[in-house]
């Protein structure tokens, strides 16, 4: 079968990457591999939209970001791998996509809203925050890719990236595809503390858990509350437990949850067999961190090739972009054109 798009997508590097990353996101990419072009990037300069105050985090930050990539299956021979701030071109299509965009349209960008009330910054908002929706579509955008997948929580910024193609392609001629999003098929899973799952909860389990960690989190989890004594029927459907097992082997999974209705498995018991499962598909997420130790030369060399190779590609995107909206070829970078003896650029 051909390729049949292209996909950009990409996270920003917050640290270590979880079990909802997994399998809601990670191993879809993986497998997204075999039929599309991809470009997974790591998008750092959104990490300064809120976390500018912690800049001795974010280079230990994308190499974790990296490492979990690489053991999820993420193959840097077969897909291009890169850092947003390797390639400039990225920030500059952004400024330029800026001009297209209201600022009352950003205001109304829901995630926007609720960064601003999460995070209390009412009248502290920046810039950067604001426009991040359009660094996203530039991201997009630059590579003219066709396909994203990416979570539910993510369709307003990819609804901004389809009205600034549609905008730019009406003003200046069609040159950007109408990227769609690819939602991930795997429900949301929660917390294990039954809340909506966010690292700063401190509800999430590490894919570069130890076994003793995983352990540990699973025996904190919460489970069905109407159930008292072991042996009370339990309700699956209200028990992270039971979400947790269905995600990672729905055969196992299915009739545990039977037998736990008619109270013949305990919570323990369960937990037990979720853990052991668990901490055997987490393996990979372990072994990269123990291979890869003292060699983070080698991550830094990845992304240096990945980025290199996409800003061949970006370049040429933005220079057709800058033509487009009238701006001259006067710099250095402009395609190798040299200035002739009179000074003028030959085009
Ligand atoms: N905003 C995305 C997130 O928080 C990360 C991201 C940045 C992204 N640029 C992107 C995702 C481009 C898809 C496409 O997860």
């Known amino acids: 079968m051909g390729i049949q798009g292209r996909i ?3 996270h920003r590097p917050t640290g270590r990457r979880h079990l909802g990353h997994l399998l809601g996101t990670l191993e879809v990419w993986a497998r997204l591999q075999e039929k599309y072009e ?11 939209t809120t976390d500018y105050e912690h800049p001795q985090l974010l280079r230990e930050n994308i190499c974790e970001c990296l490492l979990d990539w690489l053991a999820a299956g993420i193959d840097p021979r ?3 791998l890169l850092l947003q701030s390797a390639v400039p ?31 209390g910054l009412v009248e502290r908002a920046s810039l950067g925050l604001l426009a991040y929706p359009v660094l996203q579509a530039a991201d997009i955008l630059i590579y003219r890719a066709d396909t994203v997948p990416v979570g539910e929580d993510q369709l307003p910024h990819l609804e901004l990236t389809r009205e600034l193609a549609r905008r730019f392609n009406a003003l200046y001629g069609d040159l950007f595809p109408e990227p769609r999003p ?4 795997t429900p949301r899973l929660t917390g294990t503390d039954g809340r909506t799952m966010h690292t700063s909860y401190g509800n999430t389990i590490p894919l570069s858990a130890s076994p003793e960690e995983v352990q540990e989190k699973v025996w904190g989890m919460v489970t069905d509350p109407a159930r008292i004594h072991p042996h009370d029927p339990g309700h699956p459907e209200v028990c992270p437990v039971n979400a947790y097992h269905l995600a990672l082997e729905r055969e196992t999974a299915e009739p545990v949850a039977e037998a736990c209705r008619r109270g013949e498995v305990s919570c323990a018991e ?3 067999r979720m853990a052991a499962l668990l901490t055997e598909r987490l393996e990979p997420y372990r072994r990269i961190r123990e291979e890869m130790a003292g060699r983070e030369e080698e991550l830094w060399d990845i992304l240096r090739q990945g980025s290199r190779r996409a800003a061949t590609l970006a370049q040429a995107t933005l220079e057709e972009v800058r033509s487009r909206m009238g701006l001259p070829r006067l710099r250095q970078e402009d395609a190798g054109r040299p200035l002739n003896l009179t000074g003028r650029l030959c085009c």
């Open 78 to 80: 077969r897909s291009t």
């Open 182 to 185: 690819l939602l991930s098929p």
């Open 8 to 10: 950009l997508t990409g």
């Open 270 to 272: 369960h937990k037990r």
């Open 89 to 119: 071109a990225h920030a500059e299509l952004s400024l330029l996509l800026s001009m297209l965009v209201t600022v009352p349209r950003l205001e109304r960008n829901p995630t926007y809203k609720e960064q601003v009330q999460q995070l």
């Open 38 to 48: 991809c470009f997974f990037l790591i998008a750092d300069y959104h990490v300064l």
